[in-house]
Each structure stands twice: as C-alpha cells, then as structure tokens.
C-alpha cells in the first residue's frame, strides 16, 4: 500500500491551506484506500485574514496548530517529515503556500521557501520520488528542480510569468487537466487557480492524485 505526506500550510485559503482542495486531496487518497499523514511547519503565519471582510486582522496564528483543524488534530510538525518514510508528496495549494511555505505572495521572483519546506521536497526530489503541487503552489517548483521544469497553475499570466522568470517552463491547462513532468516525477493542476467550482477543482484533483500513485508505483 503506497504512503502519501501531505503538507498544509495553516487554514483557510486566504491566509493557510485551501480547505477544499485539502479536503479533496485526502478523499481521493482515501477512497484508494492509501495510507496518508498531514505535515505542517511550526511557525507563526505570515498574518491572518478575516475570511468574512477579506481584511487582515491583528492577532498571530500557528501553521501547525491551524493545519490540525483540517487533519482532525492528526498533523505532524514538518521538520519531523523523512522522505524515506513515504512513497510520494502533494502539497495543496491556498495563499499559505505562498505566505507561509515561502514568500511568493511578499516577494515574487525573489522568493525564498521556508525551511523545513524545502529540506522536504528537496529530499522527495533526490530521491527521484513524485510530488504533486496544487493550485499556486506549483511557482515554488524551479527553485527545486531548475530550469526548464514543466509546470501548470492554469492560465493567470502574471503567476506564468514568474514561473517562466523563475526557469521554469509553464503549460497551460483547465482546471481538470494536469501537467506531468516525467523526468522530474512532478505533478501539478490548478485547482483554485481556475475553479470555478468545488466539482471541477476535484475532478482535477482526482486526476493528479491517480498521477502521483501511477508513477509511485513504477
């Protein structure tokens, strides 16, 4: 039986992890029937934001502690995460994977990834085992796999843009298409990116968590 991580970057898309695209993800595992476990770093988000009014608000949240809100209290502290341990990684996307797992949303092109973030995938990487990135998360991917990495987060130019800058190569798709980057065993849709709705972001979902375990199992 294949074994996923699946790192969350706090909770709620504004501000931590997409809850839907989260959520999906692990259904789809789940109704595999794979063995999967939540990660998240233990850090402080980058700020919080009323979900309600889109305003940020004046208090501190834990990535970690707001991760267990999705994973039902069932969520390990990123640092602890060994590749050796697991047979692939997906990494729902939400603005946390551009706040808290790095700084793309601060800094664009000049991002840096938070560390335990990227010890993780560059580990996944040099094991030559699959990841799959969801949504905005798939900018952060030249930073680990270089030039010419083959990435989609659908069709926003501005985001394409920065990948292209970044060194990597982006692939427009549909919300339900995904991009496979065979050499690099990487997987990325655009989820939320695109939407517009909870059944196509799934459905697109479905299809790289059916990628992942396809080349997991090679």
């Known amino acids: 039986m294949a074994k996923v991580a699946v790192i969350l970057a706090g909770c709620g898309v504004f501000d931590g992890a997409e809850i839907h695209e989260a959520v999906c993800t692990l259904l789809s595992l789940s109704q595999r029937g794979v063995q999967y476990q939540c990660f998240a770093p233990d850090i402080e988000q980058a700020h919080v934001i009323n979900h309600l009014t889109g305003a940020e608000v004046d ?24 590749a050796k341990d697991f047979d692939a990684l997906i990494v729902p996307g939400g603005f946390g994977a551009a706040k808290n797992l790095s700084d793309f949303a601060f800094k664009g092109t000049e991002l840096t ?20 990135l969801l ?13 010419g990495v083959q990435v989609t987060i659908g069709c926003d130019a501005e985001v394409a843009a920065a990948v292209e800058a970044l060194g990597g190569q ?40 059916a990628k992942v375990l396809e080349l997991a199992a090679k």
Do not use: W
Request: proline share 6%; glycine share 6%.
């Open 170 to 209: 982006h692939i427009e798709s549909a919300v339900e298409q995904v991009v496979v980057d065979e050499a690099n065993q990487l997987v990325t849709v655009p989820a939320y990116m695109l939407g517009p709705d909870i059944a196509s972001v799934a459905k697109g979902i479905d299809a790289l968590v």
């Open 113 to 132: 990834l938070e560390p335990s973030f990227h010890r993780a995938l560059e580990a996944f990487a040099d094991a030559d085992k699959p990841v799959g």
């Open 135 to 147: 949504c905005i998360a798939p900018v952060i991917a030249p930073l680990i796999y270089g030039q």
């Open 59 to 82: 208090e501190s949240r834990n990535v970690l502690v707001e991760a267990a809100r999705i994973a039902r209290g069932e969520v390990t502290a990123l640092e602890q995460l060994q």
